[in-house]
């Protein structure tokens, strides 16, 4: 498994914004596509938005219209911008990515990062 650094998790007020960032702690082969999840307590884990390498996004619901995630970059990492957020926008944000660590592995979608926290409140 490849291991994944998040940043960018902060408190904010409703209507605040951040951007998050991930990318792999080590060199990779390759990654064709990264997302971002997000867990609250009490609450089953839920997709925020995904990419692929080619540039197709899918984002969850509630974020539509708000979230941004940007495309891969040559660095392989991707940054998830918040825009308009709202208390129920409190969670832990989980880093995502299907990764071909090398030439001797194929690609392996259960890399994750620790997470970081975003708060989201007056």
């Known amino acids: 498994q490849v291991h994944l650094v998040e940043s960018g998790g902060d408190l904010v007020q409703p209507g605040g914004s951040l951007r998050l960032s991930c990318a792999p702690s080590?060199?990779?082969?390759?990654?064709?596509?990264m997302a971002w999840y997000r867990q609250a307590p009490g609450y089953a884990r839920e997709l925020v938005a995904r990419i692929t390498r080619k540039g197709l996004t899918t984002y969850g619901d509630s974020v539509k219209g708000r979230f941004t995630i940007s495309g891969i970059n040559v660095n392989n990492s991707v940054y998830l911008q918040m825009d308009n957020l709202k208390p129920e926008d409190t969670a832990l944000y989980l880093c995502n990515a299907d990764v071909r660590r090398d030439a001797e592995t194929w690609y392996s979608p259960d890399n994750w990062g620790q997470g970081t926290q975003v708060t989201v409140s007056s």
């Open positions: 080590g060199s990779v082969l390759s990654v064709r596509a």
